[in-house]
């Protein structure tokens, strides 16, 4: 199994999260709304990566995508409010696979 470096693995990782915060962008604009938009990368516990990543789908403010190399989910949430984001926090961190969730980026789209 071919192995990247930490520098090589960052940079995928960071064009994996760009292109979901584009298309998530995107959305926001057409439906012209201000929604919090996060990133983040997530680690299960050891054996539970499927678990997570089942979780995390269900839940309609995450779109999750696998790391190929790595034991991690990178996460981008879109919410449509700060309450909404508050009670996403709490359904995040109440989801038992997950070990570590780490904010990699996070904004909020300008409303119009």
């Not at 696998?66 to 990178?74: D, F, H, M, R, S």
Request: with cysteine; proline share 4%.
């Amino acid at each position: 199994m071919d192995t990247l470096g930490i520098d090589e693995f960052n940079k995928q990782t960071a064009v994996k999260i760009e292109r979901s915060e584009i298309s998530i962008h995107r959305r926001t604009f057409i439906n012209n709304t201000n929604m919090p938009i996060k990133s983040y990368l997530a680690h299960p516990h050891k054996g539970k990566k499927k678990y997570l990543q089942s979780a995390l789908s269900a839940l309609k403010e995450c779109e999750v995508l696998p790391a190929e190399n790595e034991e991690i989910l990178i996460v981008v949430t879109e919410t449509d409010s700060k309450e909404a984001e508050d009670r996403l926090k709490e359904k995040l961190e109440a989801i038992p696979s997950l070990k570590l969730l780490a904010m990699v980026s996070g904004f909020d789209t300008p409303k119009k």
